[in-house]
């Protein structure tokens, strides 16, 4: 969602600053803005609606220059996007902060600042943090004493960074539920909201934990707990290269990612598989006897994980033969919940910051869950360092909005975990060994299916005026039409829907008509002949079909019936990932021809990083 920079340096920092902001902006926003402090003293700022070209092209028309600066793209929360509630927020001209999260009793402090003569000019939760810093501060605090003081006062979740005119050489950050790193530079520090934001400037990085407040100077920097002791934080070294979210050739980067899965699903395979057999310590360290004491699994996610979720629901009940539960994990805190005993808590985050996500982590900790596990794409997000065992996807940089790469590593990554419960749950060993040969074929499949993209380039053309559709799937491919459907409305806003095929006759028979188009798909397993029939439904009712298929599926095209052969048979146990990418090709072009914006589709943000 929102996106923080700032630094501290011996030369202008706005380039820093802007290039920070370029690079988050795959996270999803509707307003950007900066923050300088000037070589008089001055606090300036600029501030726009809109994309951060619109804030470069002001800063074009008025240059500011600092050595010291904080800038922010907002995703609106509280009040609407316009430019007097996008960050970053000033109090006085003395204070100036942006914020990512929310602030859940910013009305009752916000009531108190006015009876103290403070006034408002946004509808922000965040212009209120800003007063009250600079209410401690007027009460003889320094900087870092102000912010500790306030952070103490503040119901929610929040990463800050504050920088003050009364006390110029430093910025001073506070992180409670939300992420923010500091980048270490020479003579020169920095600060984000994500390592991406800095690659260009450093490789080196403190990540904050939960509570912390802490202190950037150009040369020093300090740390304190969250019960106000010096904490040491680890320096880590990032293995991302500042271009590696860069376009390429491809017009978008969905496009780019979409055609990056052969090898995202090659490297979340890598060193994983031995003899034909999953490795546990690819899990960590105690893997081995946390599975074999698993006696159900408990999966929480968001959107597409909790899609990819339920795919693993389907092979974990399968192969290792354990119960297996998927839920939304907005959900999950809200409900009694009662936890068998060796239950395996898995949690599913491309970013590793969902909100609800890692609330979920954090409540189940206080329930009698006998481990916890996380699936995640980003290495020093607070899911991974707060999970008792990790499976990293190796997905590298997922810059569009709608996930693509992010998915099919996602579903790999269950595979394994899958073939790695069900080897200390009885599966029969030559069994285990045709599975994990199934899994490390996946690249190479993957592959095959991408030469269908000119076929659905051109089948996309009979879609753009469209409304409405429906996708349909059986077992393990329900939750891939349910993907396929998320996929069309976010990037293309044809409002879609999916249903199990078998659902059809309850209720959805009565949406389809001529101009409702119904996708389906058909691997070649044993719910193809009961998919057939569902199909025919549709097809009673002058519904138009259009099927992607297995080769040996035996359907054939006619009147009202539309088939796209996949160009290799795949197994079951690949399905999934494989019948994945046609769906994404095909919610790509549609977007494309109805020229929406595929990268960073309206209302939507690539890390959900409030509830």
């Known amino acids: 969602m929102c996106g923080i920079v700032g630094a501290v340096a011996e030369r202008n920092v706005v380039p820093v600053l802007m290039e920070g902001l370029r690079r988050l902006e795959y996270r999803g926003y509707d307003s950007a803005g900066i923050a300088v402090l000037t070589g008089n003293g001055s606090l300036v700022r600029r501030r726009a609606v809109g994309k951060v070209q619109e804030l470069q092209d002001s800063l074009d028309a008025s240059h500011i220059d600092g050595f010291r600066g904080i ?3 907002r995703w609106a929360t509280h009040g609407v996007p316009n430019e007097t509630n996008a960050h970053p927020h000033f109090s006085d001209e003395h204070i100036a902060l942006v914020h990512n999260g929310i602030i859940e009793n910013y009305e009752s402090l916000g009531d108190e600042l006015r009876e103290l003569g403070y006034s408002f000019s946004s509808d922000t939760d965040t212009e209120v943090v800003a ?3 600079r209410h401690h501060m007027q009460g003889s605090q320094d900087l870092l004493g102000a912010v500790r003081k306030t952070v103490a006062e503040l119901e929610g979740a929040y990463a800050l960074v504050v920088m003050s005119k009364d006390d110029p050489d430093r910025l001073v950050l506070a992180r409670k539920g939300c992420p923010v790193v500091i980048g270490l530079g020479i003579g020169e520090n920095f600060v984000a909201s994500d390592v991406a934001a800095l690659l260009p400037v450093t ?3 403190i990540f904050l934990d939960e509570g912390d407040v802490a202190t950037v100077g150009k040369d020093e920097i300090k740390v304190l707990d969250i019960n106000g002791r010096p904490a040491e ?7 991302l290269s500042a271009d590696a979210a860069d376009r390429g050739e491809y017009r978008h980067y969905m496009l780019k990612e979409i055609y990056e899965q052969p090898k995202a699903i090659a490297d979340t395979l890598s060193e994983r598989v031995a003899n034909d057999k999953v490795l546990d310590a690819a899990f960590g360290p105690g893997a081995s006897q946390i599975f074999s004491a698993t006696r159900c699994v408990h999966i929480v996610a968001c959107g597409t994980s909790y899609h990819a979720g339920m795919v693993a629901r389907y092979w974990i009940e399968k192969y290792a033969q354990l119960p297996c539960t998927v839920e939304i994990a907005s959900e999950y805190r809200y409900r009694t919940l009662v936890v068998p005993k060796g239950t395996l808590f898995i949690t599913i985050s491309q970013s590793g910051e969902t909100a609800d996500t890692l609330a979920a982590l954090r409540s189940s900790k206080h ?5 916890s596990l996380a699936i995640c794409n980003a290495p020093e997000s607070s899911l991974v360092r707060e999970s008792d065992l990790v499976l990293m996807t190796r997905a590298g940089p997922e810059i569009g909005v709608a996930s693509t790469k992010a998915f099919t590593t996602q579903l790999t990554a269950f595979g394994l975990l899958a073939l790695a419960l069900a080897n200390h749950n009885g599966l029969r060993p030559e069994k285990a060994a045709r599975l994990t040969r199934e899994l490390q074929a996946l690249p190479g499949l993957v592959e095959d299916v991408l030469t269908l993209d000119d076929q659905i380039s051109r089948l996309a053309e009979e879609f753009p005026e469209k409304h409405h559709a429906l996708f349909l799937g059986r ?7 349910m993907e396929g459907a998320l996929k069309l409305k976010e990037i293309s806003y044809i409002h879609a829907e999916a249903y199990a095929a078998g659902e059809l006759k309850h209720g959805p028979l009565a949406l389809v008509d001529a101009d409702m188009p119904v996708f389906a798909v058909a691997p070649n397993n044993k719910l ?8 025919q439904e549709v097809r009673a009712r002058g519904g138009r079909l259009y099927v992607f298929a297995d080769p040996g599926s035996g359907l054939e ?3 009202g019936v539309t088939v796209l052969n996949l160009p290799v048979h795949c197994e079951e146990f690949q399905a999934p990932v494989v019948f994945t990418i046609p769906l994404q090709l095909l919610s790509y072009h549609v977007a494309v021809l109805r020229g929406t914006d595929v990268d960073q589709p309206r209302n939507l943000a690539k890390s959900v990083t409030v509830e």
């Open 71 to 73: 800038a922010h793209t």
């Open 131 to 133: 007063h009250r810093i």
């Open 203 to 205: 490789r080196r990085f």
């Open 233 to 239: 934080r680890e320096v880590k070294e990032s293995t």
């Open 367 to 371: 329930l009698n869950y006998l481990s």
């Open 475 to 481: 077992g393990s491919q329900f939750p891939i039409a």
């Open 528 to 535: 193809l002949e009961k998919l057939k029939s569902n199909l």
């Open 557 to 559: 095209e006619s009147e």
